[in-house]
């Protein structure tokens, strides 16, 4: 299971903190992502983090104003956005690949998603 908190209505210009909070598996031996859904579009890669937070990857869309984060001890990941452009208004999802030490940006590689939490950005 993984518990979605955070987003809301942002102006541009804004920032928002997302945070997601897995239970059910040993949280430590998974990388995280966040993806996000625009109306009407498909669902794309944001950020990926690795199981030890050694390592992140972004979108060149999100590059210098998203970084992603994870606390292996509280079992939560987070993704910071600052600088958001109204093109950011999507629904973020966090989600965690269908095997452990997988690190991917591949949307068919990930088996365990969050709620999902709708992010505006105002212009």
């Known amino acids: 299971v993984q518990l979605q908190l955070g987003g809301g209505l942002v102006q541009a210009g804004g920032f928002l903190r997302l945070s997601c909070a897995a239970s059910?598996?040993?949280?430590?031996?998974?990388?995280m992502s966040w993806f996000r859904q625009a109306a009407g579009k498909e669902r794309e890669f944001v950020a990926v983090i690795s199981w030890s937070g050694g390592l992140t990857s972004y979108a060149d869309s999100v590059k210098g104003r998203f970084t992603i984060s994870r606390d292996n001890a509280k079992n939560t990941v987070s993704l910071q956005m600052n600088s958001l452009k109204p093109e950011d208004t999507a629904v973020y999802y966090c989600a965690a690949p269908s095997s452990s030490y997988v690190l991917s940006k591949r949307r068919s590689e990930y088996g365990y998603w969050g709620q999902g939490t709708l992010v505006t950005v105002s212009s």
């Open positions: 059910g598996r040993t949280f430590s031996v998974y990388a």
